[in-house]
């Protein structure tokens, strides 16, 4: 676990204090890290775009290829 000292305004302590009452928390600290793990999802696993899931789909129904030695054939080695 890393400690911060962190300097917020007067909006973001209500905004921790709200997230820590509605959530049942027990800490700003544990408001925080729902706020940071709410946003970081949202950040970090954006939906996909149609046309990449219509490439995939695509994709899906090419017909597959063995291959012997994967380093090799794609020349890994």
Same mark, same amino acid.
């Given at each position: ?16 204090? +709200?997230? *820590?009452?509605?959530?049942?928390? =027990?800490? /700003? ?9 709410? &946003? %970081? ?11 990449? +899931?219509? *490439?995939?789909?695509?994709?899906? =129904?090419? /017909? ?9 054939? &794609? %020349?890994?080695?």
């Amino acid at each position: 676990m890393v400690k911060a000292i962190i300097n917020i305004n007067d909006r973001a302590n209500r905004v921790l204090n +709200i997230v *820590k009452a509605k959530h049942g928390l =027990k800490t /700003k600290s544990d408001a925080i890290n729902k706020v940071v793990n709410e &946003y %970081g999802r949202s950040l970090l696993e954006p939906e996909l775009r149609p046309e990449f +899931i219509e *490439k995939i789909r695509t994709r899906q =129904k090419e /017909k597959t290829v063995k291959v012997a030695d994967f380093k090799s054939h &794609y %020349g890994l080695e």
